[in-house]
């Protein structure tokens, strides 16, 4: 073994054997600092003649390239170890649990009037809206109640000790089908909307609250019929229950703003004691249930609202909002929804990301 | 209102089941709301013979039974009766029958160590009448075995609700008229009357009012003896909810619900003098027959004699007039009264009966002579007598209503084309008097007929409803428009944006305490809207505010143990506006409560909300709003309801709030008993600026600067009751072309900092524009700020 061979040998063994980087580093320098024993090396072939150089020069050089390697390598891996060393000081105990945010909802009531909004958009109808503190005449007489007229004391009216502007009391409106009246007044015909909000009936019960929500539907136009009353409830409950499977009934009823009156039942099964739509109501197992009232708008309607009823007609309906959102949703007690238990409201609200869209359905899935 | 099948066929030929007669009924509008089967309650109960009655062994008032079931061996029954004895008939009930008056299982026992296999049952403990004496007595005949409820003629019993329009559907007959005319069977001709009038009628009968009483017609009959009510009569009744009392009052009773007509029957012996309808004077009073005293006024209609008043017309009879068990001459009295006048009389006085919803929707006008012929009759059947003339005051309207109609209405408003000879057919069962030109004539008791649209209306809830067939509505090919306005725009947004920041939405009531909404009460505006009949005082006043009703549901969730409460609720608050009109404005409101971070590994003890939460919802939801939120001036006057010093308000200009935040004054709290601190925030969407301009959806222009931008940070010392705001807007301000931000980001008072001073520091963002700063630019930056800060008193820390 040369002599050159000897001192390769011998600095890769004791670069091999380095304990950390510092002593990696002490080796270095002794063997490529500026006095280092290999750069005393390259030195000596300074003084050489060149043939000499030439002859000895490749040797010295391989030497020196072969202790840088070997002294990288050996950084390489120390510092790999250092880093794995100090890695393992810094494990978590991930099983803990991450800083909770809250998690807001949107009242099943809201969601519904949104779901109801995107639906009737789709087919042409605005949303109108009017105030809750009625005068008298926008929420009877206008609709065909006049003082005296027996289905006033059926609406279990709240009343203020207030005199209307125009006469009359100021009350809370018991029904939404004042907007027709206001609508129809501020607009003229044709009319296609809806108008959802805030009822007040001087009730309450197990199924009842002294407020409750209603959308009101109203179509006037030139040659409407009960016909497109019933399509168009058809056509809003199958796509607000998201089935085709609707069947309704539609039975003769009484209301003073509508002639004729038309109620609607739609037929349910009982599924795991709940009341499921679909179906016939009179196929076995099945029920009709109340829905909502409806008619085509009584000509002295049309023409309290400034219209020509001999011109327009056309057809009016009224739905429970919490109702809708019971049956789709499976809440059971109205008297829930008005308390703000924050509980309920987790469990039966909804995402701030479940916006109804019409591509997406409209229906928040469980 | 309820009836029989047996009473239904009474009136009606038909073979009809009744689920047919149901569903017809409610095709045709009569609404069926139930169907009870009386035979299905007294399942398990059979006429029984008594074999032998022995005393009881262990107890005097009881006796030792044996009852042939008229099956197998006769059973052995314990029985209290006193009536019970050998020979008689009776009632057994056997072992798994439930007794209808308290739900009590039958089984076989032992009463005082005596076997009992059943109970001989009582009228009252099978729902049948009252007495609780003695046990059923059945006549000799009975035959032993047969199921009771078969020996009884236990019919089914129809529960109908009849529209407000049909009064004359409020009547058996009625119902059995629209059902003939459905198709659903034959209606029977009516009992023709032929009245022996014995005498002139010896009482002057008179109408003073004949607005409140355009018809008054009586009739005397005398000697008549006023026992019970015949069975059949009596089961009618029962079955339709009526309890029998004497004869003279179920007869009237009787053709109140078979014909709807309301009647009333004098006692003849307490009445002197004529007998008048007339106004009531004021004051007046009368004892009626629910044992309570009224006082009238003029507007109400009476039947009255020389002495007063026997009788609020239509609405309920006097006491001391009324018939008794030994009345033997009566006055009867038949009238037409206006339906207004008593549907006002009846919410003045608060009386609700049959006769008053009759009369107040309006009985049938043509069918007074009738009536009264049917009413004698019916009381000579039963109780015997001699009838006078009938003594005639005033005339009932007797004009009757004519409609031009015209077939095709039908397909036109009711979507569903009938035949004409159908409709016809139809129009002509209901009694309707139709023209060869489609001219209608409406029977008088038609009320409710007006125009077209109500033949209509006839016509195709007869043919039937399910015959109409959906047709859609036309218009909208293509892509729906949008239908929201921007106020329902914006709403939703803000529903979503807070949902989405982790806040609860509640609905809440629109009404409050009063107190409560008291406290929330704005100033200078004409005051709250308070119901005059609440449904109790804690819903009393409509609500001014959002947060109340917040709070208080905040409250209820705290006191189930609830730790931390985001909630948040859209909707009106409602104030006055002009001219004693509503104005009602929408607002969003927001409560937090309890914790905002609960205790945790990481972070240590829990801590509460505060009013930068606050604070930072307004200002999150107002820029998810629109709201120009940098140009927003945070200046106080929140309102007393919140903390003074924590609390402020948001506006653009001094006048226009959009919001106000911060935490709730202590009183507050105290006042809703709530345990602190809450903050809370409230937004008025209607302050809300409306975005301007035309392009709605293009942004502003916007190309990323090329070159970075500078950090500068300065230090000032400030007075210390210098809001840190105001520096900030100076800073910003100091040179717009270069400083696009200057944030806070220490705030020091103490130790180096003089007394009365504080320190802030701030981070203010430089943005270069086409060349990079150079030192002499930066420093005549510098100097601007601290020029800028130097004006609000701020020196720059050395």
Redesign the interface.
Known sequence: MSELETIQSDAESRIAAAADLNALEALRVEFLGKQGSVSGLLKTLGKMNPEERQEKAPAIQALRQAVADALAAKKDVLEAAELEARLATETLDLTLPAPEGARGTVHPVSQVMDELAEIFADLGFAVATGPEIEDDWYNFTALNMPESHPARAMHDTFYFPDTAPKGGRMLLRTHTSPVQVRTMMAEGAPVRIIAPGRVYRSDSDATHTPMFHQIEGLVIDRDIHLGHLKWTLETFLKAFFETDDIVLRLRPSYFPFTEPSVEVDVGFAIVKGKRVLGGSGDAPGHGWMELLGSGMVNRRVIEMSGLDPDEWQGFAFGVGVDRLAMLKYGMDDLRAFFDGDVRWLQHYGFSAYDQPTLSGGVGARA | MKFSLEWLKYFLETEATVEEIS?KL????I?VEDIEDPAEKLEGFFVAEVLTAAPHPNADKLQVLTVDTGKGDPLQVVCGAPNARAGMKGVLGTAGAEVPANGMKLRKSEIRGVESNGMMCSTRELELGDDHEGIIELPGDAPVGEAFALYNGASPVFDVAI????PDCMGVYGIARDLAAAGLGALKPLREHVIEEGFACPVEIRTDDPEGCPAFYGRVVRGVSNGASPEWMQQRLIAAGQRPISALVDITNYMMLAFGRPAHVYDLAKLSGPVVARRAKAGEQVLALNEKTYTLDESMTVIADDNGVHDIAGIMGGEHSSVQPGTTDVLLEIAYFN??SI??TG?KLGIATDARTRF??GVDPAWLDEGLDGLTALIQRICGGEASEIARAGKAPSEAKKVQYAPELT??????SVDEAEQRRILAALDFAVSDDWMVTVPLRRH?VE?A??I??EV??IHG??H??????T??VGV??????PA?VLE?RL?????????????????LPPAEAEHFAPEGNGGL???????SED?KA?RPSLIP??LS??K??LD?G?S????FE???R?LRGD????D?RQALGVVLAGEKV?R????GKATGFDAFDAKAEALALLEEAGAPVANLMVMGEAGEQFHPGQSGTLRLGPKNVLARFGALHPRTLQAFDVDGPVVAVEIYLDAIPAKKGKDVFARPHYAPPALQSVMRDFAFLVPKGLPAGDLLRAIRGADKANIVDARIFDLFEGQGVPEGQKSIAVEVTLQPGEASYKDADLKAISDKVVAAAAKLEAQLRG
């Open positions: 569903e409610n095709a045709i509008g609404e529209t407000p329009n049909r339906p207004e549907g006002v919410r107040e929707r397909q036109k408003l009711g979507g569903v409710d125009g649209a109500d209509v209306e195709v809830r409803l399910d109409v067939e959906s047709v859609a509505l218009g909208n729906a428009s949008p239908t929201a306005t329902q939703r529903r979503r944006a807070a949902a989405g920041r982790g806040l609860n939405e509640a609905v809440t009531w629109s009404f809207w308070v119901l005059d009949n609440p449904i819903m409509m009703g917040l549901a905040a209820r969730n189930r609830a931390s409460l985001r909630l859209i909707g009106r409602y001219g004693g009109t509503s009602e609960s945790g590994w990481a972070s």
